[in-house]
């Protein structure tokens, strides 16, 4: 979804929520109004995520491949709010290389990944 459609998605839950507001509306009415808005919404967070994720690997990465990131790279990503999976499929490998990767470097990952500044956010993102 690009910019415009970020935009038409907008302009559209707006347009609904004016509805929903509305006293007389059905509650059938009502309903379908919310599961678009909810799906809309989804929509336009999921989108703004992967334009995150992007400027995030633009910043933290640039161009180079898998082989070419450090460490320290590798966390920045992680304190980002970027997942194991996010990263692997940036790059085009699996999950288990990124997982093999954090457990050979394991000291020197822990010793410099703060858990509290990844979930802080990763949670940016969550529906809970």
Request: glycine content about 4%.
């Amino acid at each position: 979804m690009a910019v415009m459609g970020m935009t038409e998605n907008k302009a559209r839950q707006r347009k609904i929520i004016s509805h929903l507001v509305s006293e007389n509306l059905s509650l059938s009415k009502r309903k379908e109004l919310q599961k678009e808005l909810n799906r809309l919404m989804k929509e336009n967070t999921e989108e703004k995520q992967k334009t995150y994720w992007s400027k995030t690997f633009d910043r933290v990465v640039r161009n180079k491949n898998w082989e070419e990131i450090t460490l320290n790279e590798f966390i920045e990503l992680r304190h980002a709010g970027l997942s194991g999976y996010a990263i692997a499929d940036h790059f085009g490998i699996s999950r288990a290389v990124v997982f093999n990767y954090t457990r050979n470097n394991r000291t020197e990952y822990y010793r410099l990944f703060d858990m509290r500044e990844y979930q802080k956010n990763k949670e940016m993102w969550s529906d809970k």
